[in-house]
């Protein structure tokens, strides 16, 4: 049974999306395509969905008020690159089948297998016309295009596009249809926020598995496996911007990171560690889903936890830092969260029975001259306005529940 590492952590480096910048409106055309990408140096090339050819997609950058025509030309073929599964057991000799690589005794899903390339593209987090929210039942087959006007009228803040079929979305996404949209303001550039390389990170968290050949060795091929008693699919690979534990070299200076959990199901409880130790004083938080916040927030003690589609917006300073020093972010979150605390100081340490074998994520290397330290500004947003509402007149209380079941995929 699986006990040490099947793949060797952070010899791959960090690879950043190109970018798509606009500051003027603009017509511009993404083709869906399939195509092959390396997630790991020791892994063969896995079949996958795309955005321009690239996992995640190109990262689309465009000012506040500033409108994008989007045609999205469906150019996929073939079927699913993905190998959907449901194991027998929710444990192989003790260890649950999902911090397991390979099928674990499942078959792959006949009708999953089947899904053909229809596709339709919707803006998370973006203010648009209904007619370009991505409707999910508003399909395009290959061959096909959609067009989609996004006029960007929102504060900064970054946004992700992801595949959004009805009853599949989880399955397209895991194949690589997905990307990042940064929306950028006046406000931002008064504040003298690190904007695009080298000092801005987008980084795009995803988990996976692949299968496993007859010799026992892993395979580039992708695997959505589930299990009887967990029937959300956990991968226990942790890829960022589609490299699986990757590192990435940084400058003594301030970095901006852009996180986005784009995960299925896992959340992510993220803890930075130096010479093991939680080092969060040199992170702070300026913000979230909705933009900048109204002031910086300090990093929990327990982690910055991220559920799925939820985005954060990092400053990590490293100036004090001597060159040669590494530093690791790891997960720290059970699965499914439970929201319990961990002990940040066990950062690094598995937990099998929390579907998290290896909680590495990412980790940073110190390169390079000091450089100046970015003094973070005590007031960020000038622009945020708390939504509030009147309590409606209560007249009737109704009880919800919200329970799983097993799903059927359509074709």
Not at 95 to 101: E, H, K
Not at 117 to 126: D, T
Not at 127 to 144: F, K, M, R
Not at 167 to 180: C, E, H, M, N, S
Request: glycine letters at 10%; a negative charge; charged letters at 20%.
């Amino acid at each position: 049974m699986l006990l040490a590492h099947p793949l060797t952590p952070f010899v791959d480096r960090l690879t950043i999306p190109p970018r798509r910048v606009f500051a003027e409106p603009a017509r511009l055309a993404v083709r869906l395509e399939a195509t092959t990408h390396r997630f790991h140096r020791d892994l063969a090339p896995s079949g996958v969905w795309t955005y321009d050819g690239h996992l995640p997609g190109p990262t689309i950058e465009v000012r506040r008020g500033v409108p994008l025509e989007i045609r999205w030309d469906n150019r996929l073929s073939g079927t699913l690159p993905v190998v959907v599964t449901v194991a027998p057991s929710g444990k192989a000799d003790g260890v649950p089948v999902q911090c397991l690589p390979g099928r674990s005794g499942g078959d792959a899903d006949p009708s999953a297998a089947a899904l053909t390339g229809f596709s339709v593209v919707h803006l998370h987090g973006a203010v648009t016309h209904a007619s370009s929210d991505g409707w999910a039942e508003n399909l395009a087959a290959p061959g096909q295009a959609t067009l989609d006007l996004y006029p960007n009228e929102q504060r900064a803040a970054m946004l992700w596009y992801h595949d959004h079929v009805m009853g599949v979305t989880r399955f397209k996404v895991y194949a690589g249809l997905a990307g990042l949209w940064i929306v950028r303001d006046d406000r931002e550039r008064e504040l003298g926020l690190p904007e695009g390389p080298p000092y801005e990170l987008p980084l795009l968290l995803t988990d996976r598995n692949f299968d496993m050949g007859p010799d026992g060795a892993m395979t580039g091929q992708l695997l959505h496996k589930t299990d009887p008693v967990v029937a959300e699919c956990f991968g226990p690979f942790t890829a960022v911007n589609g490299t699986i534990w990757p590192y990435f070299e940084v400058e003594p200076t301030t970095y901006r990171l852009r996180l986005l959990n784009g995960s299925n199901a896992r959340t992510f409880r993220l803890v930075l560690e130096q010479g093991g130790k939680p080092d969060h004083q040199r992170v702070a938080q300026i913000g979230s889903d909705g933009g900048l916040f109204l002031a910086p927030a300090r990093i929990p003690a327990q982690g910055l936890v991220l559920a799925s589609a939820e985005r954060a917006d990092l400053l990590v300073d490293f100036s004090d830092l001597a060159p040669g020093t590494e530093l690791t972010l790891w997960n720290t979150a059970r699965a499914p969260f439970d929201g319990a605390f961990a002990d940040p100081a066990t950062a690094g340490a598995n937990d099998r029975d929390g579907l998290l074998p290896y909680p590495e994520v990412l980790r940073l290397r110190v390169v390079g001259a000091h450089r100046s330290r970015y003094s973070v500004p005590s007031t960020l947003a000038t622009d945020f306005q708390r939504t509030r509402r009147d309590e409606p007149t209560i007249s009737v209380v109704r009880a919800i529940a919200l329970v799983e079941r097993p799903a059927e995929v359509e074709g």
